[in-house]
């Protein structure tokens, strides 16, 4: 079977990560940089360095708050696959969740790793929540509006 090069290049990548490949035991610490790597490349691939740190943090937060699960990938999956219900639309939208641009899977990967490792400070003022400028969900109402950068809004 001859896979497009990059395709290739991308199951390279992914399989660089510790805890990603079919044989290794992947240690919790592991899959929850994966999961927020994957997070970054979908919801902020073609923002800012800021903007991609942004939306890492934001998912640090939730777990970090008592009424959001305890884990960096529970967090991320909390409402199932169901579109609507999911808390990030990368996960729930019925797509391959694959990255295909190995320039900007190699920087989310970058950036997961920096925010896991304490390395930014929260350009969000602590929020829990992030949405397009194109949309206006209806549960912003009852949110404190903590900033705007790049194309996403911020909330707690």
Not at 22 to 36: K, N
């Amino acid at each position: 079977m001859c896979l497009p090069i990059p395709v290739i290049l991308v199951l390279l990548l992914v399989a660089a990560i510790p805890g990603t490949g079919r044989a290794s035991s992947a240690s919790a610490s592991s899959d929850g940089l994966h999961c927020l790597a994957l997070t970054v490349y979908w919801e902020a691939r073609s923002l800012s360095k800021r903007g991609r740190v942004a939306v890492a943090h934001v998912v640090i937060n939730r777990v970090a708050n008592d009424e959001f699960p305890e884990s960096i990938c529970q967090v991320i999956r909390q409402g199932g696959e169901t579109l609507n219900r999911c808390q990030f639309s990368w996960w729930c939208d019925g797509k391959p969740d694959v990255p295909t641009n190995p320039d900007a899977w190699q920087q989310a990967i970058a950036t997961a790793r920096s925010v896991l490792a304490g390395e930014s400070i929260d350009p969000t003022g602590g929020a829990l929540y992030f949405h397009n400028e194109g949309v206006n969900p209806p549960w912003t109402g009852s949110l404190i509006r903590t900033g705007k950068i790049d194309a996403h809004v911020f909330y707690r």
